[in-house]
């Protein structure tokens, strides 16, 4: 069983940044493709962002990639969500997940954290 927890959202006003992390319990953390993911009020979770076990390969969604960063530590357990050029409509519950490979698909993740608010004030 893999815990995750997330930390590092917060109020911030747009184009402004915050680096989410999200530390996992599990010393075979770096076994698992991590992904994050948001849920805005009254709309479905989405896909934000995907990395490979090794960090070598990454995947965004569309209104994110060249804003967002994600990357990981596997010696600290830890997976990254750097967000840069913050937008009112990037305001939601961010999530990490862990699962066989870094995928779009949130039904693939087998572990999911608890989420950390993100609010970007106009």
């Known amino acids: 069983q893999v815990q995750l927890v997330e930390s590092g959202g917060g109020l911030v006003q747009a184009g402004g940044s915050l680096r989410l992390s999200c530390a996992a319990s599990?010393?075979?953390?770096?076994?698992?493709?991590m992904g994050w993911f948001r849920q805005a009020p009254g709309k479905e979770r989405e896909f934000v962002a995907a990395?490979?076990?090794?960090?070598?390969?990454?995947y965004y969604a569309d209104s994110v990639k060249g804003r967002f960063t994600i990357s990981r530590d596997n010696a600290k357990n830890t997976v990254y969500l750097q967000m840069n050029s913050l937008k009112p409509e990037d305001t939601a519950v961010y999530y990490c997940?862990?699962?066989?490979?870094?995928?779009?698909?949130?039904?693939?993740?087998?572990?999911w954290g608890q989420g950390t608010q993100v609010t970007v004030s106009s």
């Open positions: 599990e010393r075979t953390f770096s076994n698992y493709a």
């Open positions: 990395i490979s076990w090794s960090g070598s390969s990454t």
């Open positions: 997940a862990a699962g066989g490979r870094p995928t779009h698909r949130v039904g693939e993740y087998d572990y």
